[in-house]
């Protein structure tokens, strides 16, 4: 089983370069997939390339997706009325067709979407060691996290609703179809199997751990006590947190202040994270790729 990586954090914590940073170490010796789920993809600017629509090989070892919305709404909305015209009256598809356009732009489709793509990259046979996922910030994230609890319980009562018409119509039309040859069963138990198999890799701490990036200060320690808890009672695992951007180490005396309140900061993120790994990385004087490899460093 690939190991699957999830980077997650604040907005602007450095989610990205991180997750570039650890990719472009893992690299060395695995076979990496990095992904980026964040509708703002960075992942080319900071290795600076440009990424395009499909997968992007940057060395022997090391791949790039960069997960479009819209595309994947599209592409995800057009699946759902392909799936529906094969089963359904086409007065009915009618008034799905009205439905299916106000979901492309209804709350959560966006999401739906690029967590059905996640999926679809988590399981496909491809045989990458490691898959890093460079999120979007926090409450969007832990959003698509929470959908394969959410999904295996809907898939469940829609699973039984529809074995209940299909007897139903057995008894009117005195018929026995057999329940294994109705495609829209078909295709919930198969969504079911799929929302099941994510769920089971979500809470294998074998398979998939979440590393957190923060910065020493109030705002992003507060975001990140409470992602923990939901990634808690997500069963998620966390690998370690990731006190990026610090300065404490630097011998630059404009940066003598900020320094007393980071090591405030610093303290209290020891008593409040006891039971986790921290690490730390320090403020560089440095970006786009040349900060990527000085990270790549350290990991
Ligand atoms: N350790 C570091 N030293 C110096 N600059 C850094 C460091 N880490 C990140 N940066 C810089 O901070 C900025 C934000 O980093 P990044 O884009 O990785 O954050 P992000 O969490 O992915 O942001 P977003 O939430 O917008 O996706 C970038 O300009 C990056 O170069
Ligand atoms: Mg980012």
Same mark, same amino acid.
């Given at each position: 089983?690939?190991?699957i990586?999830?980077?997650?954090?604040?907005?602007?914590?450095?989610?990205?370069?991180?997750?570039c940073?650890?990719?472009?170490?893992?690299?060395?010796?695995?076979?990496?997939?990095?992904?980026?789920?964040?509708?703002?993809?960075?992942?080319?600017?900071?290795?600076?390339?440009?990424?395009?629509?499909?997968?992007?090989t940057y060395?022997e070892n090391?791949?790039?997706i960069?997960?479009?919305?819209?595309?994947e709404?599209?592409?995800?909305?057009?699946k759902?009325?392909?799936?529906?015209?094969?089963?359904?009256s086409?007065i009915?598809m009618?008034?799905?067709?009205k439905?299916?356009?106000?979901?492309?732009?209804?709350?959560?489709?966006?999401?739906?979407?690029?967590?059905?793509?996640m999926?679809?990259?988590i399981?496909?046979p491809?045989?990458f060691?490691?898959?890093?996922?460079?999120?979007?910030p926090?409450g969007?994230?832990?959003?698509?996290l929470?959908?394969?609890?959410? $999904? /295996?319980?809907?898939?469940d009562?829609?699973? @039984? %609703?529809?074995e &209940?018409?299909l007897? +139903?119509?057995?008894?009117?039309?005195?018929?026995?179809?057999?329940?294994?040859?109705?495609?829209?069963?078909?295709i919930l138990?198969?969504?079911?199997?799929?929302?099941k198999?994510i769920k089971?890799?979500f809470?294998?701490?074998?398979?998939?751990?979440?590393?957190?990036?923060?910065?020493?200060?109030?705002?992003?320690?507060?975001?990140t006590?409470?992602a923990?808890?939901t990634?808690?009672?997500?069963?998620?695992?966390?690998d370690?947190?990731?006190?990026n951007?610090?300065?404490?180490?630097?011998?630059?005396?404009?940066?003598?202040?900020?320094?007393? $309140? /980071?090591?405030?900061?610093?303290?209290?993120i @020891? %008593?409040?994270? &006891?039971n986790?790994? +921290?690490?730390?990385?320090?403020?560089?004087?440095?970006?786009g790729?040349?900060?990527l490899?000085?990270?790549?460093?350290?990991?």
């Amino acid at each position: 089983m690939n190991k699957i990586i999830f980077v997650g954090g604040k907005g602007g914590v450095g989610k990205t370069t991180y997750s570039c940073a650890l990719a472009l170490k893992k690299s060395k010796k695995n076979k990496v997939l990095l992904v980026s789920t964040d509708p703002a993809h960075s992942i080319g600017d900071a290795f600076q390339v440009n990424i395009g629509k499909d997968i992007y090989t940057y060395s022997e070892n090391l791949f790039f997706i960069e997960v479009d919305g819209e595309h994947e709404s599209n592409k995800y909305i057009e699946k759902i009325e392909n799936q529906c015209k094969s089963i359904l009256s086409p007065i009915i598809m009618d008034e799905i067709r009205k439905q299916l356009i106000l979901a492309k732009v209804s709350p959560g489709t966006f999401e739906a979407a690029i967590f059905d793509k996640m999926i679809d990259i988590i399981l496909s046979p491809k045989d990458f060691d490691y898959i890093i996922f460079d999120t979007a910030p926090t409450g969007h994230t832990l959003k698509l996290l929470a959908f394969p609890e959410l $999904l /295996e319980s809907w898939f469940d009562s829609l699973i @039984k %609703k529809r074995e &209940k018409i299909l007897m +139903l119509k057995n008894m009117i039309d005195n018929k026995k179809t057999l329940y294994a040859e109705d495609e829209m069963l078909t295709i919930l138990k198969n969504r079911k199997y799929k929302s099941k198999k994510i769920k089971e890799i979500f809470s294998d701490k074998n398979s998939l751990s979440f590393n957190f990036v923060l910065n020493l200060d109030k705002l992003s320690i507060a975001e990140t006590r409470r992602a923990l808890d939901t990634l808690n009672n997500l069963n998620i695992y966390l690998d370690k947190l990731i006190i990026n951007k610090n300065i404490i180490e630097s011998k630059n005396i404009y940066f003598e202040e900020r320094k007393i $309140l /980071e090591e405030k900061e610093l303290e209290n993120i @020891k %008593k409040i994270f &006891k039971n986790e790994t +921290l690490f730390f990385v320090p403020l560089f004087n440095l970006d786009g790729l040349d900060l990527l490899k000085k990270i790549t460093e350290i990991l």
